[in-house]
């Protein structure tokens, strides 16, 4: 292949690569599984006659894992590294108690450090002692933390003036306002060419107001993914222009072809096109160890 041509696919990968196409857009906001979703619960309330409530689907209160993307790669991190990954809360009015659980890989993370955050910051210090915590536990055998807190007395905590407590969206924006600050170290590293994934899923989530009910929300679950770059075709640990070289010559191949190379097929899907091109673009550069 003549040099302009190895320089126009590499310009393109870049370019793609640069315009910010999200490679692992796979996290989806979603409700509590033993839940309605929100629109379900706004189809109830819509039946009911009850539409006080739906402007939620405008202002919806939100429990998110912040960040929500937690992308390393396998020369950023070792074995014991730790990253810090939150349960936040936005958006939400009237919230008088609030339990989860947070479920994670527990072969390719382990909690070691769980500290409850939102009650403590909305409560002066001189009423912690009425803040109960039902449950705050780490269990890295099961892959989950699980959160617990109320205040134990409400007409207490109703005349002392921090509950119930509003949680609005300008005060807190998203990622503000932590209800578990959580450290996680990495317990595996990835294979040579490949990742470790692990989603960071909510579940078992109940915010309720001060009369029991259980206030409308949405849920934004995260992931966690270490990545052992791909591209190394020469296999010298380092992704540059010598690489680039080998999978220009390789472009537009199958595995009938004669200039066939396996490497180059970055995505496993027996052809070496663009989309092979965008994740060696993106990796260039890069040690893969
Ligand atoms: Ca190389
Ligand atoms: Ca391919």
């Known amino acids: 292949m003549p040099n302009g041509t190895i320089k126009k696919v590499m310009i393109t990968a870049l370019l793609l690569a640069c315009t910010g196409i999200p490679l692992f857009d796979n996290v989806t906001a979603r409700t509590d599984e033993a839940g309605m979703s929100l629109l379900q619960q706004s189809a109830l309330m819509k039946e009911k006659g009850d539409v006080s409530l739906l402007h939620v689907s405008v202002d919806t209160a939100k429990i998110l894992v912040d960040p929500k993307d937690n992308v390393y790669y396998s020369w950023e991190k ?13 958006n939400m009015t009237g919230l008088f108690g ?17 500290i409850e955050n939102l009650f403590r ?3 002066p210090p001189s009423s912690w002692d009425n803040i109960w915590r039902i449950k705050r536990k780490i269990d890295n055998e099961g892959g989950y933390v699980e959160y617990a807190y109320t205040y134990m007395d409400s007409n ?8 119930p407590i509003n949680i609005t969206a300008s005060d807190y924006p ?10 996680f170290s990495i317990a595996k590293m990835p294979p040579p060419n490949g990742y470790v994934d692990c989603p960071l899923h909510l579940a078992s989530v109940q915010p309720i107001d001060m009369l029991g009910n259980v206030i409308l929300y949405d849920l934004v679950d995260g992931y966690y993914r270490l990545i052992s770059p791909t591209g190394d075709l020469n ?14 010559s390789a472009f537009g191949s199958v595995p009938a072809s004669l200039d066939w190379n396996p ?15 965008i994740i060696l673009a993106s990796n260039f550069g890069k040690p893969t160890s």
């Open 121 to 123: 910051s909305v409560t």
């Open 263 to 277: 490497k180059a097929d970055l995505n496993n899907d027996d052809i070496v096109d663009l989309f092979d091109a």
């Open 235 to 248: 296999g010298d640990n380092v992704i540059d222009v010598h690489d680039a070289i080998l999978f220009a």
């Open 98 to 114: 609030l339990s989860f659980k947070l479920y994670f890989n527990s072969s390719l993370l382990k909690c070691t450090s769980f």
């Open 78 to 90: 070792r074995i014991n590294d730790t990253i810090g990954i939150n349960v936040t809360v936005t």
């Open 156 to 163: 207490r905590a109703l005349s002392e003036g921090y509950a």
């Open 174 to 183: 998203e990622g503000k306002l932590a209800a578990a600050i959580l450290t």
